[in-house]
């Protein structure tokens, strides 16, 4: 009788660690299914125009300028002043030196304001044909 009641307690403590650590792996090993992989969404690469820049809060076009700011000094420290590669780094910083973004926010909505019929022309179109290019001339080609 002992001997049966200590073959069963056995049995039963086996059988609970098989199904504990057997069922763990069991899940674990599991892929998952196809549909649940998430798939990113596509990147908009398109450069925003009229039609963003005049439905954009202030708060917007300022994060707007500021990334491109931001972007310009970067690459400008990165470079330097004679950068080996073409670039339009070195024109823009040197145009937009001291002036402040409100002042290149304003800049882009009267430009908009004025021509109505150009809102499909790209932001930095705008920075750098009415800003840039009267300052220090268009981009020459090396």
Same mark, same amino acid.
């Given at each position: 009788? =002992?001997? *049966?009641? @200590?073959? !069963?307690?056995? =049995?039963?403590s086996l059988g609970l660690v098989a199904s504990l650590t057997g069922g763990s792996m069991v899940q674990a090993a599991d892929p998952a299914p196809p549909a649940a992989k998430a798939v990113p969404a596509p990147i908009d690469l398109s450069f925003p125009d009229g039609e963003d820049w005049t439905t954009a809060t202030e708060r917007e076009k300022m994060a +707007?300028?500021? $990334? /491109? @700011?931001?972007? !310009? *000094?970067?690459?400008?420290?990165l470079t330097g002043p004679n950068p080996k590669r073409r670039t339009l780094v070195e024109k823009l910083v040197k145009a937009l030196d001291g002036m402040a973004l409100r002042h290149i926010m304003e800049a /882009?909505? $009267?430009? +908009?304001? !004025?021509?109505?019929?150009k809102q499909k022309r790209s932001i930095f179109e705008v920075i750098w044909f009415q800003l840039v290019v009267p300052k220090v001339g268009p981009a020459k080609i090396k």
């Open positions: 009788m =002992l001997n *049966s009641r @200590r073959f !069963a307690t056995t =049995l039963l +707007y300028l500021l $990334g /491109i @700011r931001d972007m !310009a *000094s970067a690459e400008y420290q /882009i909505d $009267g430009y +908009y304001k !004025a021509n109505p019929d």
